[in-house]
């Protein structure tokens, strides 16, 4: 059974940058693509970026492509998301996820098998 764990969240203003981290256990980490969700309070949860098994291939929703960017290192188990020129409507709880699916082009959470509990991200103004 996989267990992911998000941290990095927490209160940054408009325009600043913060890293999440997402540590994997109870899996051969390498065998799974990792993805990046966030849930505004009120809205749906939605894909933000997905990176494949070998971290060659990366995907982005259009409202962070060029603001966000996703890697993993297979060697410490763990998948990232660097978040730069937050904005305000950036603010909601981030949750990574993992699958051994290819990825379907869509962001469907479908592609994932295991979910984190989350880490809240507040931007101000």
């Known amino acids: 059974q996989v267990q992911l764990v998000e941290s990095g969240g927490g209160l940054v203003q408009a325009g600043g940058s913060l890293r999440l981290s997402c540590a994997s256990s109870?899996?051969?980490?390498?065998?799974?693509?990792m993805g990046w969700f966030r849930q505004a309070p009120g809205k749906e949860r939605e894909f933000v970026s997905h990176?494949?098994?070998?971290?060659?291939?990366?995907y982005y929703a259009d409202s962070v492509k060029g603001r966000f960017t996703i890697s993993r290192d297979n060697a410490k188990n763990t998948v990232y998301l660097q978040m730069n020129r937050l904005e305000p409507e950036d603010t909601a709880v981030y949750y990574c996820?993992?699958?051994?699916?290819?990825?379907?082009?869509?962001?469907?959470?479908?592609?994932?098998?295991?979910w984190g509990q989350g880490t809240q991200l507040t931007v101000s103004s």
């Open positions: 996820a993992a699958g051994t699916r290819p990825y379907s082009g869509d962001g469907s959470s479908a592609d994932y098998d295991y």
């Open positions: 109870g899996g051969t980490f390498s065998r799974y693509a």
């Open positions: 990176i494949s098994r070998s971290g060659l291939f990366t």
